[in-house]
């Protein structure tokens, strides 16, 4: 499957950063899971992540999102910055469509990295913040009901984040 470069969420994102994506560097084991290595978690956020380049993991979500997801919850900001965008392109893809684990699951990592850290940098929190609204605008198209209480957490927690 090809992704076509104009589509392409992470070049939109950097772009609003007033970076090139083309710019953006792949993240290292480092970049990914920091100095502190926590054992399982992190090593399965390195399987399906390291080595991977954005058009290489936008080709790696689909059918796989029930698991991957998490891994989100485990990465670094670092690591956040290089791999929602493209994520965030699969789940606005048609290839994306319903997928109820990709955009539950991601509302439940960013929630989590959002409450786990002492700080957020600015372009990070925006980022998590547009895929929150895209889910929200959208949650039919996951599948979601938009009364669902796990969901309604979600939405809280990342909505009423403040910027550092």
């Known amino acids: 499957m090809r992704w076509n470069r104009r589509e392409n969420a992470s070049a939109f994102h950097a772009s609003q950063l ?3 994506a083309d710019n953006m560097k792949q993240p290292s084991k480092i970049d990914l899971v920091g100095n502190e290595f926590l054992g399982l978690d ?3 956020v390195l399987e ?10 936008r080709e790696y979500f689909p059918g796989r999102c029930h698991y991957l997801t998490e891994d989100f919850m485990w990465m670094t900001h ?6 929602l965008p493209p994520f965030f392109e699969y789940l606005k893809s048609d290839v994306g469509k319903y997928d109820w684990d990709a955009a539950h699951g991601i509302l439940c ?3 989590a990295q959002i409450e786990l850290s002492n700080s957020i940098s600015d372009d990070l929190l925006q980022l998590m913040k547009q895929i929150c609204n895209y889910v929200k605008k959208n949650c039919k198209r996951y599948n979601i009901s938009p ?3 796990l969901y309604q957490s979600y939405l809280k927690v990342i909505e009423g984040a403040e910027q550092s």
Not at 48 to 57: N, R
Not at 78 to 83: D, E, I
Request: cysteine-free; overall charge negative; charged content about 30%.
């Open 18 to 20: 007033g970076r090139s």
């Open 42 to 44: 992190h090593e399965q």
């Open 48 to 57: 399906p992540f390291l080595g991977k380049s954005q058009e290489e993991a």
């Open 78 to 83: 670092k690591g956040l910055l290089y791999y």
């Open 109 to 111: 990592s960013i929630s």
């Open 147 to 149: 009364h669902e209480e």
